[in-house]
């Protein structure tokens, strides 16, 4: 059974309301989660993203070893510089150059095993690891929306969007790993922006808010304006070979059968079909023009017009 591309998109959906959800349930019941359990629901959404994209013809096996190969040299980068300059980090730009390229669900495949991998690479294991791996996985995917929306253009408007995406997505991983920490390592105190049980919405809200202002801002600041100046130097040549890839490897050839005559020709009529662009003719199957349509339509007829 081949499955339709609206399926990826109820999928991610569903993945991220329950991703949103064990960021925002300690804010009223406390830090409870096991981490291996959040690290293995993540595993689990990013390989059935990446099946859906495989069966949806989306990702390819030759294509998938270039996202491997991608991930292991983005979460090397961590290995090289785990905390950057204050909240800058490079491993950001290709998780972001690749969701805009390969679209959403494989955005967020990228970011959130860039982190595992990471992870295993530094002795990174931790209860902030799933967090980590969501965040990481939100940012691509926001990328490939963004790839999306633009038709993946190589113009310096659509970089111009990628890069506020950076700059937009520094500043949410920041304050999502915060909401993460904060019932963790701030609750039970006697302060104003301390995190406590049972207080009321707006309340936690503004305290949060508060916390956040406080102790992160300046930190997530650096991180997104390195997103965005790493992609408005780099973001289209490393855009540009991430298409040919993209092009090369997602290119499939249909034949055509042969007609019910034995035509042997018929079978060279070969077809190559982008998933983006769908069927488009080849060899001698290229568009012609009304004449010379008309010319080959006579000469067919007087063919087999002709006696045995």
Known sequence: MTLTRPVEPIVFGLVSLAGLGAFVLPLWSGPRASTGLLVSFVVAAVALLLALALQTHRLSARLAAVLAALIAV???LRLAAVVGVAGFSPIFFLILVCGYVFGPGIGFAMGALTLLLSAVFTAGFGPWLPYQMLGCGWVGAGAGLVGSAMGRRLSRPPMLVLAGWGIASGFAFGALLD?????????GQST????????????????????????????????????????????????????RFRRRFLVEWEGLP???????RAGAADTVRDPERGPEPAGNDRPRSAAGLARSAAGAEAADQTPP
Do not use: C, H, K
Not at 182 to 187: C, K, S
Not at 258 to 264: E, F, P, R, S, V
């Open 74 to 76: 983005d979460a090397a």
């Open 179 to 187: 909401l993460w920490q904060w019932p963790l390592f701030v609750g």
């Open 192 to 243: 104003s922006i301390s995190w406590a049980a049972g207080l009321p919405p707006a309340e936690l809200l503004r305290r949060f808010g508060t916390f956040y202002v406080a102790t992160s801002l300046v930190y997530d600041s650096f991180r997104a304006g390195g997103n965005a100046i790493l992609i408005l130097l780099l973001g289209q040549p490393v855009v540009a070979a991430l298409l």
């Open 258 to 264: 042969a007609n019910m005559l034995g035509d042997a």
